[in-house]
């Protein structure tokens, strides 16, 4: 069972569409994070969130954080191909240790 | 920039040898870690090291073993390979943290192992 769950799990859209992917989970994390993934490479970080709550923008992104702290969502404005990749999640449970718990990843390609 | 460096990127073995998965780092970091990467399944944490000669299992750590014998260098091994080991296998570093925010992680760009 994933701590931490994302969806969808695939994603195909057309340039210039928006879209939201989720990531849901039934504990309270201290923080949360997204990273992007592309082939052939590492994960590499996106954003870190802290406060429940929280919205942060990163250009056509904007990650936001549950109040709750038990769930997080990106969303893409006009998507475009150079988006492309595995979009994952990660999390730190409150109170635990330093490792992260990591979700089931959303694969998304955007179509020119 | 950092950079973490893993030893393959791609192997292939047969069941019942034993493998090793070398990762290094340039940045001086204290935390390393070792993950598997599988479809549907994201990153599942094999083992991890706050210094050295120390380690602390993770998630999955039956039929792995690892190593930490210098600060920039962690490896982790197969003492007898299986094929459901077959996977991605993702190394990473970061610093110390403190002040309850998570570091960032950096991750090297992956071994993809076969186990035949």
């Known amino acids: 069972t994933q701590l931490l769950e994302q969806s969808p799990q695939f994603l195909s859209i057309q340039e210039g569409e928006n879209l939201t992917v989720y990531c849901n989970s039934s504990s309270v994390f201290s923080s949360l994070q997204w990273y992007r993934q592309e082939p052939g490479e590492g994960p590499v970080l996106l954003v870190t969130?802290?406060?429940?709550?929280e919205v942060k923008k990163l250009k056509r992104l904007t990650f936001q954080f549950g109040d709750a702290r038990k769930d997080s969502s990106l969303h893409i404005t006009a998507a475009q191909p150079g988006d492309t990749g595995l979009y994952l999640c990660?999390?730190?449970?409150?109170?635990?240790?330093?490792?992260?718990?990591f979700g089931s990843g959303t694969q998304l390609t955007v179509l020119p | 920039d950092v950079k973490v460096t893993q030893s393959s990127r791609y192997l292939v073995k047969r069941t019942g040898e034993k493998v090793f998965l070398e990762c290094v780092q340039d940045?001086?970091?204290?935390?390393m870690f070792w993950y598997r990467q599988d479809p549907g399944l994201g990153l599942r944490l094999i083992y991890f090291s706050y210094d050295v000669k120390m380690k602390e299992k993770g998630d999955i750590p039956e039929g792995y073993s690892v190593s930490r014998e210098k600060k920039e260098r962690f490896s982790l091994i197969l003492e007898s390979a299986s094929t459901n080991q077959t996977s991605m296998y993702l190394c990473?570093?970061?610093?110390?943290?403190?002040?309850?925010?998570?570091?960032?992680?950096?991750f090297g760009p992956g071994t993809r192992l076969t186990v035949l």
């Open positions: 969130v802290v406060t429940g709550g």
């Open positions: 990473a570093s970061s610093p110390p943290g403190g002040g309850g925010v998570p570091d960032t992680q950096y």
């Open positions: 940045m001086d970091h204290e935390n």
């Open positions: 990660a999390g730190r449970i409150s109170g635990s240790a330093r490792q992260l718990t």
